[in-house]
């Protein structure tokens, strides 16, 4: 996502999760840290680990693992040095057992030495791409979230991970649709090339204007919507899994990561197969 | 373009070319020597020729070169040892300074020392790829060409050069769609990733059943339309440029080279700006 006129943005990475950690900053991270990988969020207790990434491994659209933790270690030393999962990412959402959650502003006090941080890919930095290349992002042109739907498409279950598979929606006049499928292509940890392209229904999309997550969607006349895979899909299989806590982020409130955004594709590609999980 | 059940095959494309030197093969070349590189024929008086190379360079996506002769030459050592273009091509059209022309089975006798002889990729080896990635390419599998349409769109002029941009149309499911931009994106000597994809009415073509050329779409419930720039372009553009004599192929009756299909992106990329011409 690329800098909103007149917002805050901070010159690293390091410059922001600071500023997080010192209670300065509790916004979303969209643009605040141009050029700057950023994740997901995903905390279980260890015995649910395995399934989940085996559940990333099968699923790797929606849910691209940029870094995992040693269990019950708050660090990532792959993605940052000083790294301190429990107070770096600016709002977390808390769910125990179930669809509800409570908002946190750190994990301090609830942090337990058998949890497991996973770090999976988000939109972003293929949205900066996209800036970059010249193609407007609707959404962000009207300082909006982008929208989001649940889809007829089943994701690829592993252990108690499952659900639909949730897409971000972008339109573009079609020469820019083209591109944007290009761009998005190259980069896999972000997503990835789009899932549907053309007619909402055949995913089971009902309304394209009603989306179940972020905004109001922004078209003009004669785009065509495309569709990504989202990160809010695993948010959606954990709260069904049955552990006892899961923590994810507050949507829009990134991990921002010391990685360049251009160079993670070569630098982090393959490191969910090549990390083995500290049963 | 695949080898239809049942079609005759060669197993190189000398074989094919000795075929057609012999007379013995007058038909379209489509799957007819799987795996090689074919291409569009454009034969110009060499006082045309750095103008038809501008207008190439200008719309490398309908007109990407593949090869370019001496002037006077009906060789092109960079395709094939022994291709002579007067023969090994199973139909031409002859035109004489405007849209009507004479067909021909070799150009033996009209041809003349002032000849410039031009070869540009056409959509063959892309449509292999897809057929190998197991995306289904519908007009294929109706036995039928594909349909082509005059579009609103121009092409960039050079001296007499000039006229629409004719697109091919292909129609497939959504997620073959993206992979089908994905896949001819890769072959920028195939015409390269598409230039319109959906609502047929925003490039000119007011109704997708009835195309300029080729034959009736084959399109299936669910379906959407991808367009790409079309090798009938440049044909367009020769026919009005004011040569006394200017040649095409009889569409669909490409020349087949000897370059491996999958090599001739390494191969060949720049050859257009690497030749003199020799004037």
Not at 15 to 26: D, F, K, S, T
Not at 206 to 231: H, K, S
Request: glycine letters at 10%; a negative charge.
């Amino acid at each position: 996502m690329v800098s909103k006129a007149g917002q805050q943005t901070f010159g690293s990475a390091c410059a922001l999760r600071r500023a997080v950690r010192a209670g300065l900053m509790r916004s979303d991270t969209a643009g605040k840290a141009p050029g700057y990988l950023q994740g997901n969020l995903a905390i279980l207790p260890k015995a649910f680990a395995p399934d989940f990434l085996l559940f990333c491994h099968k699923n790797p659209k929606p849910c691209p693992v940029i870094g995992i933790g040693e269990a019950g270690s708050p660090a990532l030393p792959q993605l940052g040095d000083d790294i301190d999962i429990r107070i770096d990412v600016p709002g977390y959402r808390v769910f125990r057992g179930g669809n509800d959650f409570e908002s946190a502003e750190d994990l301090k006090e609830m942090w337990r030495d058998d949890l497991v941080t996973f770090v999976l890919g988000c939109s972003f930095s293929f949205e900066e791409a996209l800036a970059s290349a010249g193609i407007p992002v609707r959404h962000i042109d009207a300082g909006r979230n982008a929208p989001m739907y649940m889809t007829s498409i089943d994701t690829v279950p592993a252990g108690p991970f499952k659900g639909p598979l949730v897409v971000s929606m972008r339109a573009f006049k079609p020469t820019d649709a083209i591109q944007a499928v290009l761009l998005s292509a190259r980069q896999r940890l972000a997503h990835g090339a789009p899932v549907h392209i053309g007619d909402p229904a055949q995913i089971g999309i009902a309304d394209i204007m009603r989306p179940d997550f972020g905004d109001t969607p922004v078209m003009e006349e004669g785009d065509i919507p495309v569709f990504w895979a989202c990160g809010v899909t695993p948010q959606i299989a954990i709260r069904t899994c049955g552990a006892d806590l899961a923590i994810t982020h507050e949507p829009g409130h990134m991990l921002v990561t010391d990685i360049p955004a251009e160079a993670a594709e070569n630098r982090l590609s393959g490191i969910g197969a090549a990390l083995a999980i500290n049963r």
